[in-house]
């Protein structure tokens, strides 16, 4: 009986061997399960790594279309402002000359039956600046202020005995005019050059004298 005892034993003693894997060989498992996961690991982090690269290329490249968008739009915006200021000036050019006729018609002497037509003209030039004001367009200021190159065009010089009114435009010729703050037409002017007293007397002597030869 003893015997068969152990001999039973002996039989699931084997059978427990052969179902249970020895502890090595459970470890070695194991390492190649984790070696397969941290392989795994580094794969998806190297894809994410490239996603995150595509993103910010894409990202760039929006941030950038956005830009030359609007630099696009602002250069069409200037260059359109800049056509239409041009036909604006243009046309500003066209009119000047009335307006210069009306300012003759004006500066002629006092007519007491010519009073009416007069006002008309006046009433008819006001009416025309305030167009040309509405584009930008306003006069440039000339009689008694200092000669300027930048708005005034000198075509002469006036001999002048006060030493205050050198270099100052004494007389206007022609009215200049300004568009925003462009010149579109310079003001025509006479610019005073002080002399001494006697000086001027031998000027005056000197011009009388080539009048005098002239009609000779």
Known sequence: MAREEQEMCRETNCQQGQEAPPEGKMEEAGQEVLEVLIQEKKELEKVIEEVK???????????SARADFYNYKNRVERER????????????????????????????????????????????????????????????????????????????????????????????????YKMADKVIRPSRVKVGKYVEPQKAQECEKDIVNEDDQSKA
């Open 53 to 63: 690269k595509e993103n910010e290329i894409l990202r760039t490249a929006a941030a």
């Open 81 to 176: 402002e800049r056509y239409i200021r041009l036909a604006e000036e243009d046309l500003v050019m066209q009119l000047l000359p009335v307006l210069d006729n009306l300012d003759r018609a004006l500066a002629q002497p006092d007519n007491t039956e010519e009073q009416n037509i007069r006002e008309g003209v006046s009433m008819v030039r006001r009416q025309f600046l305030s167009v040309l004001e509405k584009v930008g367009v306003s006069e440039i200021l000339a009689e008694g202020e200092p000669f300027s190159p930048s708005f005034h065009e000198a075509v002469g010089i006036e001999p002048v005995e006060e030493p205050e009114k050198d270099g100052i435009v004494v007389f206007e010729l022609q009215r200049g």
